[in-house]
């Protein structure tokens, strides 16, 4: 089993990382979260999980065990495969999924893209115990008379800086595709943080 692999970021995609092992470029999966910390050129260290199927070998990535062993752990309840555990895990840290897990937080499972209400109530049930407890403290409020950034909206700021935007490109990316989350909203789907990735670097691309 490949636990993790260490050595310079050779390149960077909206979904995956290239790092350099051995003079071998390893192609690896990860979520926006994990993507926003690496820098083309600079080192990194990432814990891995390698699905093996009939036709393909992919290593997902994530910035540490804990991560991973979520990840994994996620895989155990029926109908998870990688795709949609990587899904939850880019739209909700490990801590935040064993809580909404401890408190049946349905809400949080179908803000997930893929699950919907049925499939959350399911996998509260089949998940309940084994992502084991918090291990932080939970995130403090905003200051009274703010609201804070939605999840996608800093995932999505968080994944454009680290891909070598300007913060202002960012926040103007993010204001074009605004318009794009609140019709889904509308329609009751939640936003996909890779679908919105992709969107704004076509409107940063047309800017350039």
Known sequence: MIAFISGPVAALAPDAAVVEVGGVGMAVQCTPGTLAALRVGEHARLAVSLVVREDSLTLYGFADDDERQVFELLQTASGVGPRLAQAMLAMHRP?????????????????????????????????????????????TGSPAGTAAPPPWSKQLHAALVGLGYAPREAEE????????????????????????????????????
Request: net charge positive; aromatic share 0%.
């Open 95 to 139: 801590d935040a999924l064993r809580r909404a897990v401890a408190q049946g937080d349905e809400k949080a499972l179908t803000a997930v893209p893929g699950i919907g209400r049925r499939g959350a109530q399911r996998l509260l049930l089949e998940l309940a115990g084994r992502l084991g407890e918090p291990t932080g403290t939970a995130a």
């Open 173 to 208: 990316a993010i204001a074009a595709v605004t318009p794009q989350v609140e019709a889904a909203a509308a329609d009751g789907v939640a936003p996909s943080v890779s679908a919105l990735l992709r969107a704004a670097l076509r409107t940063l691309n047309r800017a350039r």
